[in-house]
């Protein structure tokens, strides 16, 4: 069934595809040879393509070529694993290579045409989608889905007809979810307050949480991308809401013991004065609540001045004291105080220096820098780009990656620890997952290759460790990285 839909394969789906088949024959072995192959050598090829596919987010965009593909590769790994024939072993390859350079064409022209579907993808994957409205979500990846098969079959009118109708349902569950996440809990509230009749005890709290509440609704659907002050409005619904609950249990509370306008006055007073005790300013109620207020805060700039000046004086004897440290210390060129290594590891400890050194000049000032500290180097790469939404490399990151690679091996028998940071954004769950996402496709890059050390990890910090002002276009790209951090053994 593959070999028969391998002959059918159109000429305008060449490109990467038969680039990918020349490779194959051009390197393949003689039969004779192919038994002493290790898998690595045999599968390279297929493992590229199919690395760039999934860059591409072939699964999605080019879903039959991808999957015959996937069926081949799969064939080709249980026929290796149970030592069948070489010649077996490679046809399968060679199909699974043609496949997935189908899907990295295909996907091209996916991108192309699904454009906008895309971009409301994206958006709503950021809005947390996925998890907020489900429904609508699948409905917009079955509707995607479709599109892409329709394009596979070359009806490219329906397949953006398809791409259509997966962008409006996207748009629809990114609205969806940036409602639930930013207004549900003001509407819950609200629900709660008026099923215990809130309106008739403390009517106007209730007003103001409920225009708060319409304000950040119509605020949402006029602008959904610019929602900070939407986002302050739903708190402060939230607030007046729970404030009238508070409100009514106990004015309520009042009606039930049959307390007084006195009895109310006295319990502020005494709540007033407390915070004035604990301030050490007097508070005396016989010209109202005026004078202890002004006390109050009087005192609190005071100690607020007072702190300012400690804080001032604190600054001043830390830098006195790195000062002194740094007299104390040798310096090495290029980074921190250098650990003093025993007697013996001073010329490894030297190439170590030296690797850091040269490594910097690999990268150009937008790319990424070198940092140094103690005995761990830091490779802060700036430039990489990763497809949105799905954190995978994207092919114009190569040649970066390629520098990377060069610059790693300059660090012999060392761990490796690849760390993904974002900039800062409105849901931190998306950042910490992207960045775990990002790191681990760097990390899963720097493997492929023979020379890559053995010990390679990943992790993601999101946005919690920010080098730049995230204000900033400029600062939020530099916060947007992935720091190798290498590590003697």
Not at 376 to 398: C, K, M, Q
Request: aromatic fraction near 6%; hydrophobic fraction near 40%; include cysteine.
């Amino acid at each position: 069934m593959v070999s028969g839909a391998l002959t059918t394969l159109s000429p305008r789906r060449g490109g990467v595809l038969f680039m990918f088949t020349a490779a194959l024959i051009l390197i393949a072995p003689s039969v004779a040879d192919a038994q002493g192959e290790s898998r690595v050598q045999m599968f390279r090829y297929a493992v590229e393509a199919r690395v760039r596919a999934k860059a591409l987010d072939a699964e999605t965009l080019a879903p039959k070529s991808f999957e015959l593909g996937a069926a081949a590769y799969a064939k080709a790994d249980i026929l290796f694993v149970r030592h069948k024939s070489p010649d077996d072993i490679r046809e399968q390859i060679r199909l699974a290579s043609q496949y997935f350079g189908m899907a990295i064409d295909e996907c091209k022209t996916a991108q192309a045409l699904f454009a906008g579907a895309l971009r409301a993808r994206t958006d709503a994957l950021a809005a947390d989608a996925a998890r907020l409205s489900p429904d609508l979500w699948a409905q917009g990846e079955e509707s995607l889905h479709a599109a892409a098969e329709l394009l596979e079959d070359d009806d490219t009118h329906a397949a953006r007809i398809e791409s259509g109708e997966a962008e409006g349902l996207f748009r629809s569950a990114e609205l969806d979810a940036i409602e639930l996440n930013l207004l549900t809990p003001a509407r819950e509230l609200l629900a709660k307050a008026k099923q215990i009749d809130v309106s008739s005890t403390a009517p106007q709290t209730f007003e103001r949480a409920h225009q708060c509440l319409e304000t950040a609704e119509t605020m949402v659907r006029q602008n959904r991308y610019d929602i900070s002050s939407a986002r302050r409005l739903a708190e402060e619904a939230k607030y007046e809401a729970a404030h009238a609950i508070y409100l009514h249990e106990i004015i309520s509370q009042m009606r039930e013991h049959k307390l007084t306008f006195e009895d109310a006055i006295l319990l502020s007073e005494g709540a007033m004065g407390r915070v004035a005790s604990a301030l050490n300013t007097p508070a005396r109620f016989d010209g109202g609540y005026e004078p202890v207020i002004q006390g109050i805060i009087n005192s609190v700039l005071s100690r607020d001045s007072a702190r300012t000046l400690l804080a001032g004086n604190l600054k001043r004897l830390c830098a006195e004291n790195d000062a002194l440290h740094r007299r104390l210390m040798p310096l090495e060129p290029g980074g921190g105080p250098a650990p003093s290594p025993e007697e013996g590891l001073a010329e490894e400890w030297q190439r170590y220096i030296s690797g850091a050194a040269l490594a910097a000049t690999y990268f150009a000032p937008n790319e990424g820098t070198v940092l140094r500290s103690g005995d761990t180097v830091v490779l802060r790469i700036f430039g990489l780009t990763f497809s949105r939404g799905e954190d995978a490399l994207e092919p114009g990151s190569t040649e970066l990656m390629g520098k990377l690679e060069h610059a790693i091996h300059l660090f012999p028998n060392c761990h490796l620890t690849v760390e993904g940071h974002t900039e800062a954004g409105p849901n931190e769950t998306v950042n910490q997952r992207s960045s775990e996402h990002r790191a681990a496709a760097v990390a899963a890059y720097l493997k492929m290759f023979p020379a890559a050390s053995p010990m390679i990890e990943s992790r993601g910090w999101g946005s919690s460790f920010p080098v730049a002002d995230n204000a900033t276009a400029e600062g939020r790209a530099r916060n947007r990285r992935i720091d190798v951090l290498i590590t003697p053994e």
